[in-house]
């Protein structure tokens, strides 16, 4: 697994199809930080690719970034963990803003279960 830091979080490559994200603590995404990740991934993954969202942190996106954060086509499924119930209600409200398609987007409490979803997608 390579891991890398950028200026708002870890990216670790769990395989040429799969990327696991851990955004920092108080961070703000805004459209800078999107189009970071975004050329991150086009340059470091396998087309189709899917995304492992863990919310360890405390974070929020500016209103721009929400409707352009999951809108790369070569994205295949995304899945998002988090262990609090505030959290999935945050992950559940920004995948409605941007429209993606909710059959390639999973909601879990857990990593374990979040992994076996997502490499069976």
Same mark, same amino acid.
């Given at each position: 697994?390579?891991?890398?830091?950028?200026?708002?979080?870890?990216i670790?490559?769990?395989?040429?199809?799969?990327?696991?994200? /851990?955004? +920092?603590? &108080?961070?703000?995404?805004?459209?800078?930080? #999107?189009?970071?990740?975004?050329?991150? !991934? =086009?340059?470091?993954?396998?087309?189709p690719?899917s995304?492992?969202?863990?919310?360890?942190n405390?974070?929020?996106?500016?209103?721009?970034?929400?409707?352009? /954060?999951g +809108?790369? &086509?070569?994205?295949?499924?995304?899945?998002? #963990?988090?262990?609090?119930?505030?959290? !999935? =209600?945050?992950?559940?409200?920004?995948s409605?803003?941007?429209?993606?398609?909710?059959?390639?987007?999973?909601?879990?409490?857990?990593?374990?279960?979040?992994?076996?979803?997502?490499?069976?997608?």
């Open positions: 697994m390579n891991i890398y830091k950028l200026s708002f979080g870890t670790c490559i769990i395989n040429p199809h799969l990327v696991e994200v /851990i955004v +920092n603590d &108080e961070v703000i995404i805004d459209e800078v930080e #999107v189009d970071e990740f975004h050329d991150f !991934l =086009l340059s470091n993954l396998d087309s690719f995304i492992l969202v863990n919310k360890k405390h974070y929020s996106y500016t209103f721009e970034a929400q409707k352009i /954060i +809108n790369l &086509e070569q994205v295949k499924s995304i899945a998002f #963990v988090s262990k609090i119930k505030e959290g !999935l =209600l945050a992950f559940k409200t920004l409605t803003i941007n429209g993606k398609d909710q059959n390639a987007v999973k909601f879990f409490d857990s990593r374990a279960d979040a992994l076996c979803w997502i490499e069976q997608q």
